[in-house]
């Protein structure tokens, strides 16, 4: 596709349900960012991908929160037992390196009720 | 570390009139700034980065913002707003190209 595509675009999880996010990169793009935005705030970074190595995860808020791009490509932030303050906008970012500029998809928005 | 504070949540200009969204950062190290666009439902639009190369940055869609060191400041501007440009504005810093903090967003609503 032209642009990073995240799906699914909207998720409700019941509090204590596992929830897994995809991410879909810009092909060929070797670096890959996920963030988490609360309502009403800026986006919050998360983690970075370069190729399939996870480089930064310091912004993981919980060891329930997982990232991976096993093969360079795809990317899936998974969240395990919900809780409701995981309820934001995860997007997911790609860019060619990264000293270019990141594309962001439309984000996944998360509901834990 | 480093943070960046926008001034202001909402702004509301009448068309034609000038865009001014104010944004400070800290940083202890020279940063990269940049502001991004949101339109509703849709992903962050990069308008421009500063990176040293001119303190003057000039973007898409007839945005520059200017970078000023003794004031902390890359404040975003446009001579003339357009009913196009209302959307959600996001000012960020980063000390290494690749991991954004961001703002807290600016709102802004075009009067015609």
């Known amino acids: 596709g032209a642009g990073v595509s995240q799906s699914p675009r909207y998720k409700v999880a019941k509090r204590g349900q596992d929830v897994a996010l995809r991410c879909d990169p810009i092909?060929?793009?070797?670096?890959l960012f996920w963030y988490q935005q609360a309502l009403g705030q800026g986006p919050e970074f998360l983690t970075y991908f370069q190729n399939e190595a996870q480089l930064d995860k310091s912004g993981l808020p919980s060891d329930r929160f997982f990232a991976e791009r096993p093969e360079g490509s795809v990317s899936t932030l998974k969240i395990q037992r919900t809780q409701q303050e995981d309820s934001a906008v995860y997007l997911c970012a790609s860019s060619l390196d990264p000293n270019t500029e990141a594309f962001f998809g439309q984000g996944t928005r998360l509901t834990v009720v | 570390a480093q943070s960046v504070t926008q001034l202001g949540s909402h702004v509301s200009v009448s068309e034609g009139a000038l865009v001014l969204l104010r944004c400070n950062y800290s940083s202890s190290v020279p940063p990269y700034l940049f502001w991004y666009v949101q339109y509703p439902n849709q992903g962050l639009q990069l308008l421009l980065k500063?990176?040293?190369?001119?303190?003057l940055v000039k973007g898409i869609n007839g945005f520059e913002a200017e970078f000023k060191k003794s004031e902390t400041s890359f404040h975003l501007t446009k001579p003339s707003a357009h009913m196009s440009d209302a959307a959600e504005y996001f000012c960020?810093?980063?000390?290494?190209?690749?991991?954004?903090?961001f703002g807290a967003g600016t709102t802004v609503t075009v009067r015609a």
């Open positions: 500063y990176t040293s190369a001119a303190t």
């Open positions: 960020a810093v980063s000390s290494n190209d690749y991991k954004l903090s």
């Open positions: 092909s060929g793009h070797v670096s």
